[in-house]
């Protein structure tokens, strides 16, 4: 079925030689005088699960949308398995879209849905019904072949419209926000059960989301957008700990940002001053001019809380002003003197001795490599 | 608690004792109407078409007569028997189903484009669209189908406009022809097509259709695998709507039609009028009213599947 290297074990990406499975360049799309998508360029390899994330409105669902053919853009071209898809209508791409919506057809049953691109495409219908039990299995939904869609559950409906954009085999699948609509827990399931599907059949997936925690979750690799730009892409685990901006590291998880000047650098350290928690200590960054404005993002793992001041690199007072118990994690809120709130998380884990607990006084601690300083 | 609440009180409890809840009453309101409109005058239309003709005022020989031995009821099914001896009435029935099967038809034909366009473009065109449809509605029904006879006639806009235009050398005979009441009714019963029909298409998700796309399907291929099935319950109303009133039709054949247009309205009008023979005109209504009920059932119950399915 699938390569048996699959992408998300090769990261084909790393090697900068590797030929991209779909180049998107220079893509623009304008309607009327709003710029929706805003000259975007992509390289995605084979058998990635790419996901695009960004918040309402950024552009990523009229980006797909110019991937699977309902959209012409007005500037650019998609390349797709060697194939430029301009001018190609949306029922003669090698893409399939699995819709915000689902879209199921209401009057057909679960396995007239999923048959239907095979049907279309002249497969025969002993064939194509042997090929849709088949793929009912796979997202083991085979006792409800007769149903209606609207006697399924949103999580039942959402699979069909999976099984259905599959069954014709695509190069490249896209999917719009496909556990929006999914209750928490039932969403936090299927990310799971969509890379299970995802890895064995080694189909591209690109994945439209707002949550930052199902993109971390599904994805190879993240696209960031913002007002119809790519702002970073990367794999999750460098966007998170490497944003290359304040709107990054400020989208994807919880960050503590800093604003303050470039003072003095050294080699191996760097002072920024003037921040809310007076002058700070990183390392330093390539390409700063003294007095530069820039902004330090600390994330609320890297940051410790301790009763003693300690010898880190920065180590400033404050106050516990709330403590949120999570289970596996404490999540404070601790004041410093300029009135600045910092958030702290601490796994419960790793409290030794009588936890610190609200309205006492505090020192924070961190590191000089703890934080990323960011110019933009 | 004031006297008016608890008159309102005892009033709610008296009609409930009389087996009349809230709900009973809502459903009370249409109840009342359909029995004084339509069940009261279709009692009485049966009760003069099993009676016999008389000279008399009213024309017609009464239900219920007292002889020497009280009251006795006197009713005949001949004025129904007469329906099936003149082969007149079969031939009116048939003709008017047949005209009004074919101009439903026509009409959804004609009516179907021009729903979906409406349907599929955007404010404030769709309104000013909608508006245009319905605007007919602001004159007199009986002008505007006149106002045909002066565009139909040998001598009219029409043939005036198509020798002028070279496109034919003697006028066209359309007037007093099946083809004008044709005309006629598919340009009256256009809105009663078009409205339920656009109420359907708009309503029709667009993703369901990039989907079908999306799945390979040609833009014909998706109008009669998604669009059609999904507007079903919408041609079915507007069916529906044309349908029912064409059958009965009198105006527009007796404008339009010709002497050979035959249809039931007209047997009526002449029966009522002209032969003043009430039980047969009655006689005629109760069998055209069976005659439109039946085909009207199976409509109704393939609409109310259509819409399962939707
Ligand atoms: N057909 C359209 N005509 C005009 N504006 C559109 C159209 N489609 C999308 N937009 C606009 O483009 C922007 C991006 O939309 P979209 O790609 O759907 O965002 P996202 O999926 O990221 O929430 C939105 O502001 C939206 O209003
Ligand atoms: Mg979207």
């Known amino acids: ?376 | 608690m004031s006297l008016s609440d608890t008159q309102n009180g005892r009033t709610a409890s008296l009609l409930r004792k009389m087996g009349f809840s809230g709900r009973g009453l809502v459903i009370a309101v249409p109840t009342l109407w359909l029995l004084v409109f339509f069940l009261i005058p279709f009692l009485v239309v049966l009760k003069i078409s099993v009676a016999e003709p008389l000279i008399a005022r009213p024309p017609y020989s009464p239900l219920f007569v007292e002889g020497p031995d009280g009251w006795s009821i006197k009713a005949t099914l001949s004025n129904y028997a007469y329906l099936l001896e003149d082969s007149l009435y079969i031939k009116a029935y048939w003709s008017s189903i047949k005209i009004a099967f074919f101009s439903t038809i026509l009409t959804l034909l004609v009516g179907y484009p021009m729903a979906y366009y409406i349907a599929r473009s955007q404010e404030p065109k769709r309104s000013l669209l909608l508006l245009l449809i319905v605007l007919p509605f602001w004159t007199s029904f009986l002008l505007r189908v006149y106002a045909w006879i002066g565009i139909l006639k040998a001598n009219g806009t029409l043939n005036g406009l198509l020798i002028s235009l070279g496109i034919i050398n003697e006028p066209l005979i359309i007037l007093q022809t099946d083809i004008a009441v044709y005309i006629g009714v598919v340009y009256t019963y256009l809105p009663f097509m078009i409205l339920p029909l656009y109420a359907n298409l708009v309503k029709l998700d667009g993703s369901l259709l990039e989907a079908s796309a999306d799945l390979g399907a040609s833009p014909i291929s998706t109008f009669f695998r998604i669009t059609l099935p999904l507007s079903l319950p919408g041609i079915i109303a507007g069916s529906m709507l044309v349908f029912i009133p064409v059958i009965g039709e009198y105006v527009i054949p007796a404008l339009l039609g010709g002497p050979d247009t035959l249809m039931i309205g007209k047997v009526l009008w002449t029966e009522f009028f002209n032969n003043r023979d009430w039980p047969v005109a009655s006689a005629v209504a109760i069998a055209m009213l069976i005659a439109v009920v039946v085909p009207v059932m199976f409509l109704r119950m393939a609409q109310t599947k259509a819409e399962e399915n939707a």
């Not at chain 1, 913002?226 to 700990?241: A, F």
């Not at chain 1, 960050?255 to 303050?260: A, K, S």
């Open chain 1, 1 to 376: 079925m699938a390569d048996s290297a699959i992408a998300a074990e090769t990261k084909p990406w790393r090697s900068g030689t590797a030929e991209p499975f779909i180049r998107i360049q220079n893509i623009s799309k304008i309607f009327g005088d709003f710029t929706a998508v805003d000259d975007v360029s992509l390289d995605i390899y084979k058998g990635e699960l790419f996901c695009l994330l960004g918040g309402s409105g950024c552009g990523k669902s009229t980006l797909l949308r110019m991937l699977a053919g309902f959209e012409t853009p007005t500037q650019g071209s998609i390349t797709i398995d060697g194939q430029n898809v301009a001018g190609v209508p949306a029922s003669e791409r090698p893409t399939n879209m699995m819709f915000q919506s689902y879209a199921l057809f209401p009057h057909m049953s679960v396995e007239k849905n999923v048959a239907y691109g095979l049907l279309r495409e002249g497969v025969p219908k002993e064939q194509a019904m042997a090929r849709t039990a088949e793929m009912l299995n796979l997202v083991k939904l085979g006792n409800f072949a007769k149903r209606k869609p609207h006697q399924l559950s949103g999580g039942q409906q959402q699979r069909v419209a999976l099984a259905r954009a599959l069954i014709k085999q695509p190069k490249l699948l896209l999917l719009d926000e496909p556990l929006g609509a999914l209750d928490k827990k039932l969403r936090e399931e299927t990310q799971f059960e969509l890379i299970r599907i995802q890895e064995s059949l080694g189909v591209t997936f690109i994945v439209v989301t707002h949550d930052q925690e199902e993109a971390m979750t599904l994805s190879t690799r993240i696209g960031v957008m913002n007002e119809g730009k790519i702002v970073q892409v990367g794999e999750p685990e460098e966007i998170y700990e490497h944003p290359n901006s304040r709107f990054v590291a400020d989208f994807i998880g919880t960050v503590n940002l800093f604003q303050g000047r470039v003072d003095v650098v050294a080699p191996n350290e760097m002072r920024i001053t003037g921040t809310e928690a007076g002058d700070l200590i990183t390392k330093p960054i390539e390409g700063l001019s003294a007095k530069q404005t820039v902004s330090l993002a600390l994330r609320p793992e890297r940051i410790s809380i301790s009763r003693e001041a300690t010898s880190a690199a920065n180590c400033i007072p404050g106050f516990v002003e709330e403590v949120a118990y999570l289970g596996n994690l404490s999540i404070y809120r601790v004041n410093i003197a300029s009135g600045k709130t910092i958030k702290v998380t601490l796994s419960n884990l790793d409290i030794e001795g009588e936890p610190i607990t609200w309205h006492e006084d505090v020192f924070l601690s961190w590191n000089a490599g703890s934080g990323v300083v960011l110019t933009t």
